[in-house]
Structure formats: C-alpha cells, structure tokens
C-alpha cells in the first residue's frame, strides 16, 4: 500500500506502528491512500528483511516490501524521486538501477 501524507513525515520515524486513514485511489500496482493521516499507536521493531535476489526485483518480486539484496553497488545518484543505486550483475555485465 502506498500512503500520501496530507502532511509532514517529519514526526515518524522508523519503527513507528502507525494507523492511516485516508481515501483510497486505487492503482497499479498497489493500494494507495491520498489525503491521508497517520497516527502513531506505538513502537515495534522492524521484521528481519527478507532476502531477495536482484533477479527477482528486476522482475518486479516483492514490490514494496522490506528486503535486502547482496550485490556490488557500481555508481548510485539521488534525486527528488529517491536514491538509485546501480548495481552490476557479473553474469549479465550490464548495470541495473534500484529505486
């Protein structure tokens, strides 16, 4: 699910349990929430990520969740849409772009 805040994040931090409200817009591929409010019922600690294989991502697997990755990060860049790590993968010896 994707949550559009109505206002700052700067109050949440990681490990925030929240409850949000909002109205939903539907979407591709996700749930998404516009509008939305989030109020913190508490803290819990983050599940360990799953391991996912870069293969995988590419293909779009495991979208939006909590996941780590082993690779070689070749170059990365940062923009108002996120970070991008590029990664290259030995077999196919191109770069790939993470967001």
């Not at 805040?5 to 490990?15: D, F, I, K, Q, T």
């Not at 998404?32 to 995988?56: M, N, Q, Y």
């Not at 970070?83 to 772009?97: A, I």
């Amino acid at each position: 699910m994707q949550v559009n805040l109505s206002s700052s994040v700067a109050p949440y931090r990681v490990s925030n349990r929240v409850e949000v409200t909002g109205t939903v817009l539907g979407g591709e591929p996700a749930l998404r929430l516009g509008s939305a409010k989030a109020t913190v019922l508490g803290d819990s600690p983050l599940r360990e990520p799953k391991l996912v294989s870069v293969h995988g991502l590419v293909k779009g697997e495991d979208a939006f969740r909590y996941v780590r990755v082993r690779g070689m990060v070749r170059d990365m860049y940062s923009n108002k849409g996120g970070l991008t790590l590029q990664d290259r993968l030995r077999e196919q010896r191109r770069p790939r772009h993470y967001v």
